[in-house]
């Protein structure tokens, strides 16, 4: 199962981007439940957790974005989004997503000072 991951860009400290990650050809009885993850990357780093969903709990955020990042889920359409405010140069990097341990393409987000 392929995930498509969406929504990267370009955006100057303190804007906004909200990313997309759909799972059309996972079966709904595996989305709903799955866990989900968004992760990020920055070259020559390791990855880096984001926030994690376990079936329909509460999104666990990591502490450097808390507050400012939002994540949430359309069942109905297998889509999980990560709403990103308050930008920080620090956000830079290729933003995965990852469900039922299946991952996106990643998309890229730079944030410049």
């Known amino acids: 199962v392929q995930l498509q991951a969406s929504g990267g860009g370009s955006v100057q400290a303190g804007g906004s981007l909200r990313l997309s990650c759909a799972a059309p050809?996972?079966?709904?009885?595996?989305?709903?439940?799955?866990?989900k993850r968004w992760y990020r990357q920055v070259p020559g780093k390791e990855r880096e957790l984001v926030v994690t969903i376990v079936g329909s709990g509460d999104p666990i955020y990591a502490d450097s974005v808390k507050g400012r990042f939002t994540t949430s889920r359309d069942n109905a359409r297998k889509r999980m989004f990560l709403q990103m405010n308050t930008l920080k140069p620090e956000d830079t990097g290729v933003y995965f997503c990852?469900?039922?341990?299946?991952w996106g393409q990643g998309t890229l987000v730079t944030v410049s000072s």
């Open positions: 050809r996972m079966i709904t009885s595996v989305f709903n439940p799955s866990t």
């Open positions: 990852n469900i039922a341990n299946d």
